[in-house]
């Protein structure tokens, strides 16, 4: 079948040696494929966690509707009110798990849900449930009531005074913080103020 009287005697022969080193590289090249699969892997994990995780931040908050303040005989706002709901594309929000964050012209204060608004914690009421699902906002149209006692949170209980500023952030356990900043105008012969 092969004519082996002619063959060259500088021809080539695959030794063992040869076979070794082919093996080795062949293992080399299959670790470090396998260690850039493991790698890929862990990198696309992270990354759709952080995508996971800042797709929550920025969706996963509370609209405040609206704010309004109850003026008391002394003139002075003692109640401070927001109206929130979800925001668009928002998941559910739960409010037992957030924190609102006082920023008032006498202290500062991190406030918890309460049974009771006091200097530590703020309430939470409906105004519109569809399912009964309070503290957790989880429809587009359900609405509560986050009251804040502003006279608590300032020195000597007087409230909030004409023309003081305040800031609240509403901060859900996705971490999305909602900033809400307001100045009171006159408070003369009003029983509640929009803010």
Known sequence: ????????????????????????????????????INTAGFLQTKSEQTGTEATGQV???????STYGEVANDESIHTVELTVMKSSGSGDVDLETATVEWLGPDRS???????????????????????????VLVHQGDRFRITIDAAALTDESHGLKESEEFTI???????????HHSVPQTLTDQQAVQL
């Open 169 to 179: 952030k509403i901060v859900t356990s996705a971490g999305a913080v909602t900033y």
């Open 59 to 65: 969706t996963n908050r509370v609209n405040v509707v």
């Open 109 to 135: 204060a991190i406030l918890t849900e309460g049974s009771d608004a006091t200097d530590q914690y703020f309430t939470v009421s409906t105004i519109k449930d569809i399912d009964d699902t309070a503290p």
């Open 1 to 36: 079948m092969f004519d082996t009287d002619n063959w060259r005697d500088d021809r080539a022969q695959v030794g063992i040696g040869t076979l070794i080193v082919f093996i080795a590289m062949v293992l080399v090249a299959a670790i470090a494929a396998g260690v850039l």
